[in-house]
């Protein structure tokens, strides 16, 4: 009869802590639907500073005499370009580099003749 009790008394406490589960998950659910609002906002402000920096640019560029363009993508391209060589230069195993097979001329020496 003890027994019997005993897990009577354990599915009611299982039964109240589900219960409370319940409760929780259910106040989640506008909790996570504001959380979504918001970062569709956020992701929308992304946006749209995108394009207010894509509008200024062309702005900028409408401005500038083409041979500043042209200077500033040349900048842009030699900028580029040490970039690349010092990811390159990351890129290679470390170790000796290696030594020019070339052989080496000694200086000769000359001797007067007096």
Known sequence: ???LEAQ???????????????????SRIAENNALAVERIAAAQKDRDLGTLDRVRAVKELTTMD??????????LKSIQ???EKEENAKSRPSGNPKRSTRATKKPVRQVSTK
């Open 1 to 3: 009869m003890r027994v």
């Open 8 to 26: 009577i008394k354990d599915l009611d406490a299982k039964a109240m802590a589900n219960e409370g589960l319940g409760y929780e998950r259910a």
């Open 81 to 83: 370009g040490d970039q």
């Open 66 to 75: 083409l041979d500043h363009v042209q200077r500033a993508v040349d900048i």
